[in-house]
C-alpha cells in the first residue's frame, strides 16, 4: 500500500477502536436511560471506576486478563447497589431527582478515586501477548487497538444475542414496554431492572478497562467518554441499540480522521453532527415519538 493508503487505514482502525469502546460505553447507556427511562449522568463514572479497578489489580497480580474480568464485575456489582438502593426509591419521583442523585454519585465517585488513587495520571500497562505491532500488506498497526475491537465485537454480538434470542431478553424487552403487565404475570421486574442497571454499568466497565492502556487512566476520563457516549446515545435515538452502534462507529471515525486532519476543529465537530441531525431529527436517527 502507498503511505497516503496507510495513512488511511491506520485513521480507520483508529477511529473503529474508539467507536467501539464509545458503543460498549452507549449500549448500557441506552439500555439503562433509553429503555427503562433512568436518567444516569454518573454512567461513564462507573467506566471510570472499573478502569482504576483494572489497575489496580494489575499492580497487586500482575496479571491484565484478571484486572479485565474482576474490573467490570465490581463496577457491576457496586451499580446494582446504587439502583437498588439509590436510584430506585427516587425514580418515581422524575428525571430531575435522578439527575440530582446520579450528579452526586459522579461527584462521589470522582472524589473517592482522587482520593484512594491521587489525581494524577496512571499508566496501565498492555500484557506482552498484546503489546507488539502486526504487520498487513504494509501497514504496521498495534496488536492492542485490534484486540479491542475484536473484544468488543464478541461482547456486544454475545450480549445481542441474549437480549434478542433467549427467554430472558424477551422478559427485559417486554418488561420495558409495559412493566405492570409483566408484573402481573408473576416477573419480578425491579429484579429484571436491577439485573439490566447492572449490565449496562458492566459494560461500561469492561470499556473502562480495556481503554486505560489506550488512554491513560486520569479522574477526567468519565467526563471524556461520557460526554461522547451521551452524544452517542441522543443521535441514536434513546433506546435504539443499533442507532448507537451505527453513530458510535461513525463518531469514532469523525474523531480519528479530525484529529488528524482538522486538529483545531476536532473537538467540535462531534457537537455539530449532533447539532445538525437533531435539527432536522429531533428524537435522533433511530428513535421514535412516543
Given at each position: 500500500?502507498s503511505?497516503?493508503?496507510?495513512l488511511?487505514?491506520?485513521?480507520?482502525l483508529h477511529g473503529?477502536?474508539y467507536?467501539?469502546?464509545l458503543?460498549?460505553?452507549a449500549s448500557?447507556?441506552?439500555?439503562?436511560?433509553?429503555?427503562m427511562?433512568?436518567?444516569?449522568?454518573a454512567?461513564?463514572?462507573?467506566a471510570?471506576l472499573a478502569?482504576y479497578?483494572?489497575?489496580t489489580?494489575l499492580?497487586?497480580?500482575?496479571?491484565?486478563?484478571a484486572?479485565l474480568?474482576?474490573a467490570?464485575?465490581?463496577a457491576?456489582?457496586?451499580?446494582?447497589l446504587?439502583?437498588?438502593f439509590?436510584?430506585r426509591?427516587?425514580?418515581?419521583h422524575?428525571?430531575?431527582?435522578?439527575l440530582?442523585?446520579?450528579?452526586?454519585?459522579?461527584t462521589l465517585?470522582?472524589?473517592?478515586?482522587k482520593?484512594f488513587?491521587g489525581?494524577?495520571?496512571?499508566?496501565v500497562?498492555i500484557p506482552?501477548?498484546?503489546?507488539?505491532?502486526l504487520?498487513?500488506?504494509?501497514?504496521?498497526y498495534?496488536v492492542y487497538?485490534?484486540?479491542?475491537?475484536?473484544?468488543?465485537i464478541?461482547?456486544l454480538?454475545?450480549m445481542?444475542?441474549i437480549l434478542?434470542?433467549?427467554?430472558?431478553g424477551?422478559?427485559?424487552?417486554?418488561?420495558?414496554?409495559?412493566?405492570?403487565?409483566?408484573s402481573?404475570?408473576?416477573?419480578?421486574?425491579p429484579l429484571?431492572?436491577?439485573l439490566?442497571?447492572?449490565?449496562g454499568?458492566?459494560l461500561?466497565?469492561?470499556a473502562g478497562?480495556v481503554?486505560?492502556p489506550?488512554?491513560t487512566?486520569?479522574?477526567?476520563?468519565?467526563?471524556?467518554?461520557?460526554?461522547?457516549?451521551f452524544?452517542?446515545?441522543?443521535?441514536?435515538?434513546?433506546g435504539?441499540l443499533?442507532?448507537?452502534f451505527?453513530?458510535?462507529?461513525?463518531l469514532?471515525?469523525?474523531?480519528?480522521?479530525?484529529?488528524q486532519?482538522i486538529?483545531?476543529l476536532?473537538?467540535?465537530?462531534?457537537?455539530a453532527?449532533?447539532?445538525l441531525v437533531?435539527?432536522?431529527k429531533?428524537?435522533?436517527?433511530?428513535?421514535?415519538r412516543?
Amino acid at each position: 500500500m502507498s503511505p497516503t493508503t496507510v495513512l488511511y487505514v491506520a485513521q480507520a482502525l483508529h477511529g473503529l477502536a474508539y467507536g467501539m469502546l464509545l458503543f460498549l460505553i452507549a449500549s448500557g447507556l441506552t439500555l439503562i436511560f433509553g429503555m427503562m427511562g433512568i436518567l444516569n449522568i454518573a454512567h461513564a463514572s462507573f467506566a471510570m471506576l472499573a478502569a482504576y479497578f483494572c489497575f489496580t489489580v494489575l499492580k497487586l497480580t500482575g496479571n491484565f486478563w484478571a484486572g479485565l474480568v474482576i474490573a467490570p464485575v465490581v463496577a457491576g456489582f457496586v451499580g446494582v447497589l446504587t439502583e437498588r438502593f439509590l436510584l430506585r426509591p427516587v425514580h418515581k419521583h422524575g428525571h430531575l431527582a435522578e439527575l440530582l442523585i446520579t450528579v452526586g454519585i459522579m461527584t462521589l465517585i470522582l472524589e473517592i478515586v482522587k482520593l484512594f488513587w491521587g489525581t494524577e495520571s496512571l499508566v496501565v500497562k498492555i500484557p506482552p501477548g498484546l503489546g507488539g505491532l502486526l504487520k498487513i500488506a504494509g501497514l504496521t498497526y498495534p496488536v492492542y487497538r485490534l484486540f479491542v475491537i475484536g473484544l468488543s465485537i464478541l461482547i456486544l454480538g454475545f450480549m445481542a444475542l441474549i437480549l434478542f434470542k433467549t427467554r430472558l431478553g424477551k422478559i427485559v424487552q417486554a418488561a420495558v414496554s409495559d412493566s405492570e403487565m409483566v408484573s402481573a404475570l408473576g416477573i419480578n421486574t425491579p429484579l429484571v431492572f436491577m439485573l439490566v442497571f447492572g449490565i449496562g454499568i458492566w459494560l461500561a466497565g469492561v470499556a473502562g478497562a480495556v481503554a486505560g492502556p489506550l488512554l491513560t487512566v486520569f479522574p477526567g476520563m468519565a467526563d471524556q467518554l461520557g460526554m461522547d457516549a451521551f452524544v452517542v446515545v441522543v443521535v441514536g435515538g434513546f433506546g435504539s441499540l443499533l442507532g448507537a452502534f451505527i453513530v458510535a462507529l461513525f463518531l469514532g471515525e469523525l474523531n480519528a480522521y479530525g484529529i488528524q486532519f482538522i486538529p483545531r476543529l476536532a473537538p467540535v465537530l462531534m457537537f455539530a453532527f449532533m447539532a445538525l441531525v437533531l435539527a432536522f431529527k429531533p428524537m435522533g436517527l433511530f428513535g421514535e415519538r412516543e
